[in-house]
């Protein structure tokens, strides 16, 4: 594509006062959130790009694939960073052809933008390094999906919930790590992850979803626990991202909190939308802040109108702290063997 060299040209010749004027800066807050006047903004954003690649804005955008875009989440990160093409060349990644199709019409991606892999195939590994080359990071966003499976647990008179589309130990575990492998075989050099909170109790109901009488199955947080893990032992930079429980409403509209170790887990509100999690995964590859750093994230109420966060700011209430990997359990070898016998005898 063109040089961003030319396209500041072309931004500045659109946004810059042709006589000088008085100006009066955004405050850093209204900067974070990109909620501020399109000149401003646009002059903002190379600003930005300049500062991230070393001072040099001559330099192409930040190539980054963004994989699971055709889910909800990854998919709000996915067209975040095609409305900054100055910033972002996102690549989308969906599990199928129909998914791949699906998300080319709601985001407007060009065709090359998107493609296909079954991050939990076999071969996934070598097809997603091919596909990772050029970029400089990659965003997780796949994730075992829970969904009612028929009939009614007897013992809590609620609808049974499992994963029809894949088992936590195959979506969350093996392909988070064939992921990360492929990221370090293309040399790609920040990783981010958007997890969930409440890996620290083994005990979460969450674990329970789509567990058998055999014991195979579930223990969702677990497997999502032993991927983290794997990329914080891998070398790679990473940020990971634990967010609550996750919301189809508006972003923007929310004093955004974050926490270490399932802290607030007892807060008086423990979700956020989707939207801002996004938000937060985005601008974690812009900050020196997120690199290497596991958090929780969650929100205040809808304030009902915008609110301006300083994303460059957002971590410093926990003060360079990160998720305690000792808490929690995260499966042994052991278990693995017993989890894939379980899996086999269930089928």
């Known amino acids: 594509g063109s040089s961003l060299g030319s396209r500041a040209v072309a931004a500045w010749g659109a946004v810059g006062p042709r006589e000088p004027a008085p100006f009066a800066p955004p405050s850093p807050a209204a900067w974070g959130a990109g909620r501020m006047p399109p000149r401003l903004l ?8 300049a500062a991230v690649l070393g001072g040099s804005a001559a330099a192409e955008p930040m190539k980054v694939m963004v994989t699971g875009a055709g889910g909800q989440t990854a998919g709000h990160v996915f067209r975040k960073m095609l409305a900054q093409p100055e910033l972002f ?10 998914s791949r199709e699906a998300l080319l019409k709601a985001s407007g991606a060009a065709p090359e933008q998107v493609v296909v892999s079954d991050i ?4 996934a590994v070598a097809g997603l390094a091919a596909l990772l080359a050029g970029c400089s990071a990659l965003v997780i966003g796949t994730s075992a999906k829970v969904k009612p499976t028929g009939g009614v647990n007897p013992e809590t008179g609620r609808p049974n919930m499992g994963f029809p589309d894949g088992q936590p130990y195959h979506v969350d575990w093996l392909g988070q790590r064939h992921q990360i492998d492929a990221a370090k075989e293309a040399g790609v050099s920040h990783v981010v992850i958007c997890s969930s909170m409440g890996g620290t109790d ?6 329970n979803f789509g567990r058998s009488p055999n014991g195979g199955g579930g223990n969702i947080l677990k497997w999502k626990r032993k991927a983290e893990k794997y990329l914080m032992d891998s070398g790679l930079t990473y940020t ?11 972003g923007g509209q929310r004093t955004l909190r974050v926490g270490v170790d399932d802290s607030i887990l007892g807060a008086e509100t423990r979700s956020i939308p989707r939207e801002d999690v996004a938000e937060v995964l985005l601008q974690s590859l812009l900050h020196e802040d997120y ?10 109420p809808d304030s009902g109108a915008p609110v301006d966060t300083d994303f460059a700011q957002l971590l410093a209430p926990i003060a360079g702290s990160s998720c305690d990997y000792g808490l929690g359990e995260i499966p042994d070898e052991a278990a693995e063997e017993a989890e894939v016998a379980a899996l086999r005898a269930a089928l």
């Open 240 to 250: 990971i991202v634990h967010p609550g429980g996750l919301l189809n409403e508006p």
């Open 120 to 123: 939990t195939s076999g071969q």
């Open 202 to 207: 083994p005990a979460n109901m969450l674990n």
């Open 42 to 49: 646009a002059a903002r954003r190379l600003t930005l790009l």
């Open 291 to 300: 690199k290497n750093r596991s958090f929780d994230l969650a929100s205040d």
């Open 89 to 98: 060349s996102p690549v989308g990644v969906a599990r199928t052809e129909d």
